[in-house]
């Protein structure tokens, strides 16, 4: 290994404990590593550097979570120890009815109907739980008037409460690399609503949909900020691809390229991370999603599932954004046997590059221990390229 492929612990800011804000910019003490002399680079330095499009002693290899994994397991503690996992933290608040909306729900069968209360009458969701998964099958949000009934709500900001965040971060330590998951501003209306919908008022009640994703961005990004000042550095923003997906290229640029841009401004003038999740097809999009700013980019699924190609992406992109993805952590990682695994891995290591590429899933959250143990099984393939 060469003198410029390693890091020495003992010169990292003590960042991990302290919420402070300058120096302790989870992306500034990684630079001048490359004149360390021993050891190799943490878990956290090596996603941080890659991120950076600085040079790592090996490619990052990260799950997203730990699937269907007990997280208090021997076999989730041996994945956080021998990879580099990205480990989402749900942050307490509602930005959507925020701390003073009244509701009441009850259960009947297998749906459990909400009531949320407004001065100009209910809202109703149900949701139907069986026993492999659950679902909203009636969304608080149905017509124009409901959209009255949601902005008559008495919106009081939710307190910010970063301790589960600080007490998973300093659990993970240096083995990985904690984030905080965040809707993003089209989440209100693309959640709110029925998918169907949501596409359909993009063509009827464009103005409703506009109008939500301005007040939710108003919401978020004051709730951001004050998670910021908490000392959360790190932020997995979630629901692009509501616009994407579903609303294609004239609906992203309204709903979340100006609106997401915002977002992970308030993160980078805090020195946070910001991570950014969208599935679904996205070679029409890496451009917009390069100028919205984030730090990375995931889950770039490959095809057949989606149109992913890195090496066109990387060179639309260049350095602008790490990539992270993309092999299939529920049809590849979870049912193939490793000795087909490896060649697709080596395809993407080779396509993604060696700066600014994390090999990783596709963020599924949907595998179990045969997955986790050929994430581990990928490490060696990465360090072959060491």
Known sequence: MSRSAVLLRSTIPAIDTAPQIGNNDPRWFISGWQDAEVLVMTSRQRLLAAMRFDEVDRIPVASFGLGKLDQNSPIARELITRTDPFIEVHVPGDVYYGAACERESWTEGDITTTAIHTPLGNLTQRVRTTPITSGVIEFPIKTPEDVERYLSINYVKPEVDATPFHRRKAEIGQEGLVLAGIPTPVCLPATMLSPETFCLWWEDHPELLLMLTTLFSARVNDWVDRLCKAGVDGFRLIGGEYASVQLGPSGFDAL???????????????????????????????????????????????????????????????????????????????????EQIEPIARQRIESGGDRGFILGGTASGSWTEKAARNFMRLVDVAESYS
């Open 256 to 338: 979340a390229l100006e609106q997401d841009s915002e977002l992970v401004d308030i993160i980078h003038r805090c020195n946070g991370i910001a991570y950014y999740h969208n599935h679904g097809p996205v070679m029409r999009f890496v451009e917009r999603f390069a100028r919205i700013g984030m730090d990375a980019l995931d889950p770039l699924e490959a095809p057949p599932w989606g149109d992913a190609d890195l090496k066109r992406a990387r060179e639309l992109c260049g350095s602008r954004v790490a990539f992270v993805g993309n092999i299939d952590d529920m049809e590849i990682l979870e049912k193939l046997p490793f």
